[in-house]
């Protein structure tokens, strides 16, 4: 098997879809009505790579609004300007956002949310997140020193938030991200052999993100009882 889950897929599901009523099930086209949800990229990556206008597709045939974010000079990255482009594209911040970032577009992401005083998200989906220098990409280190966040806010900010890793990730060491997941209480899901979850990892779809996204969204419009 190319996959296996630590929260496996029926925990996934335990914890938003099939937590949901019958109605909820029937109505799954529409899970993501009302929604808006921001991708974003990371190092050396644009709009149109990976998976990222696959889950666009996914969220709007859904019914939600998918906007997947261009950060300026992604092959060399500046940690300010891209700081300002995630201001100037994600104005609001609220029970209806949902984000999910890739490799170095979550530690961009995870400082964004941080400076922000209005921010209190429905949703937040990290795939091969880090917080400290990776050693097969030291030029990003600059990078890295430059984008701190306060783990116990970022808590606060996206109690609904999962980590998903690969266990063969040969830029971001697992164990980083698995850190990363404890210091902000988030859920994680392990893929094994899926690389950095690239198009050339085998990744221009991604079944496992749209479940965890899906699970976010409908769990958020149960009524608490």
């Not at 990229?41 to 609004?65: C, E, N, S, V």
């Not at 577009?105 to 209190?120: C, H, K, S």
Request: proline share 7%; hydrophobic share 45%; glycine share 6%.
């Amino acid at each position: 098997m190319r996959w296996f889950w630590r929260l496996t897929i029926g925990a996934i599901m335990m914890a938003g879809l099939t937590a949901c009523t019958a109605t909820d099930r029937l109505r799954a086209d529409a899970s993501m009505q009302g929604t808006t949800v921001y991708i974003v990229h990371g190092y050396r990556a644009a709009p149109d790579d990976h998976w990222f206008q696959w889950l666009a597709g996914k969220i709007r045939a859904a019914g939600g609004d998918a906007r997947v974010l261009a950060l300026p000079q992604s092959d060399d990255p500046h940690p300010d300007r891209w700081q300002e482009t995630l201001r100037r594209e994600i104005p609001q911040l609220d029970g209806r956002t949902y984000i999910v970032a890739h490799s170095l577009g979550t530690l961009a992401t995870l400082r964004f949310l941080n400076e922000r005083d209005d921010a209190d998200i429905a949703g937040l989906v990290l795939v091969s997140p880090f917080a400290e220098p990776l050693p097969a990409i030291p030029e990003l280190d600059d990078f890295i020193a430059r984008n701190r966040f306060d783990p116990t806010r970022i808590a606060r900010i996206a109690p609904a938030s999962t980590v998903i890793l690969s266990t063969s990730d040969p830029l971001v060491p697992p164990d980083l991200s698995r850190a990363l997941a404890r210091s902000i209480g988030a859920s994680v899901v392990e893929i094994a052999d899926a690389g950095h979850f690239l198009a050339s990892d085998g990744y221009e779809s991604f079944p496992e993100v749209w479940t965890v996204l899906q699970a976010q969204a409908l769990g958020a419009r149960r009524p608490v009882s």
